[in-house]
């Protein structure tokens, strides 16, 4: 059984910065593809990004592009997303999110096979 676990969430000023980290229980986390949702009070989950196995592509939400990068570091099993630029609007929990045959469809969380429990992310006006 995949375990993920997510770290770095908090409060931050709108234009601040946070770094959340994934780090996967799998022999190397390149056999996957890693994404990150997000899901706000009386919203449905959504895409953030994500990095394809072996780390070729990465892909965002249009919300995010700009201002969010994701990498992933091999020898540590562990993705991470650097938040930059907050908005208020990027309120929200936070998971991280893997799948082995993800595909084309990486911004549809029904592609994904294992979820963290999230953290959450909060943005100050």
């Known amino acids: 059984q995949v375990q993920l676990v997510e770290s770095g969430g908090g409060l931050v000023q709108a234009g601040g910065s946070l770094r959340l980290s994934c780090a996967a229980s799998v022999r190397t986390i390149s056999a996957y593809t890693m994404g990150w949702f997000r899901q706000a009070p009386g919203k449905e989950r959504e895409f953030v990004a994500a990095?394809?196995?072996?780390?070729?592509?990465?892909y965002y939400a249009d919300s995010v592009k700009g201002r969010f990068t994701i990498s992933g570091d091999n020898a540590k099993n562990t993705v991470h997303l650097q938040l930059s630029s907050l908005k208020p609007e990027d309120t929200a929990v936070y998971y991280c999110?893997?799948?082995?045959?993800?595909?084309?469809?990486?911004?549809?969380?029904?592609?994904?096979?294992?979820w963290g429990q999230g953290t959450q992310v909060t943005v100050s006006s």
């Open positions: 999110t893997a799948g082995r045959y993800v595909g084309g469809v990486y911004y549809d969380r029904r592609a994904y096979d294992y």
């Open positions: 990095i394809s196995r072996n780390g070729g592509s990465t």
